[in-house]
T-cell receptor, first 116, second 112 residues
């Protein structure tokens, strides 16, 4: 049973460029959340997708956008990259978006994004 | 706005010690709280989830407790081993299957 998979594992971009990160949820999960983890910090919630719609959003600018596909996989897009966007981007999946399910969220190994 | 504090930031103990990691949060209206482990450069591994109606949850050498009214949770690790060395993060969930709020974590080093 595959867990949450993210691609690519590492990425180097320059300021002003755009990037797309990908996530496949754990089998049976329908809800995908994205988090940004800067070095030495805890993860910060970016947004959550359920039924192909953004359900909740954290305190991140519109440069951060996402998408969820019918097979529940998801993409995170970041435009006009800044040096401060350098971080580990984590994807988490769970089941039962919109319902109090008390199911644990499962995380992937993340994509390490470095901005030069 | 939920805020999570984990103190101390780092902890070093000899192998075999029993230890307690503390987590405090400001908004007690939570649905559940998860404890995670993170190895360097890796993602998060879920260790335990305690529902708001529960007081304790156990898995092997790990025991997590929750006192929702006082905004506190603890993770107890029995008979620590060098393989337990990692960063431990707690994350309360204040919505139905919604976003988790994380502390900065406690970096644990268990010396052989």
């Amino acid at each position: 049973d595959a867990g949450v998979t993210q691609s690519p594992t590492h990425l180097i971009k320059t300021r002003g460029q755009q990037v797309t990160l990908r996530c496949s949820p754990k089998s049976g999960h329908d809800t995908v959340s994205w988090y940004q983890q800067a070095l030495g910090q805890g993860p910060q919630f970016i947004f959550q997708y359920y039924e192909e719609e953004e359900r909740q959003r954290g305190n991140f600018p519109d440069r951060f956008s996402g998408h969820q596909f019918p097979n529940y996989s998801s993409e995170l897009n970041v435009n006009a990259l800044l040096l401060g966007d350098s971080a580990l981007y984590l994807c988490a999946s769970s089941w039962g978006g919109g319902v109090q399910s008390n199911q644990p969220q499962h995380f992937g190994d993340g994509t390490r994004l470095s901005i030069l | 706005k939920q805020e999570v504090t984990q103190i101390p930031a780092a902890l070093s103990v000899p192998e075999g010690e029993n230890l307690v990691l503390n987590c405090s949060f400001t908004d007690s209206a939570i649905y559940n709280l998860q404890w995670f482990r993170q190895d360097p450069g890796k993602g998060l591994t879920s260790l335990l989830l305690i529902q708001s109606s529960q007081r304790e949850q156990t898995s092997g050498r790990l025991n997590a407790s929750l006192d929702k009214s006082s905004g506190r949770s603890t993770l107890y690790i029995a008979a620590s081993q060098p393989g337990d060395s990692a960063t431990y993060l707690c994350a309360p969930d204040t919505g139905a299957n919604s976003k988790l709020t994380f502390g900065k974590g406690i970096t644990l080093s268990v010396r052989p």
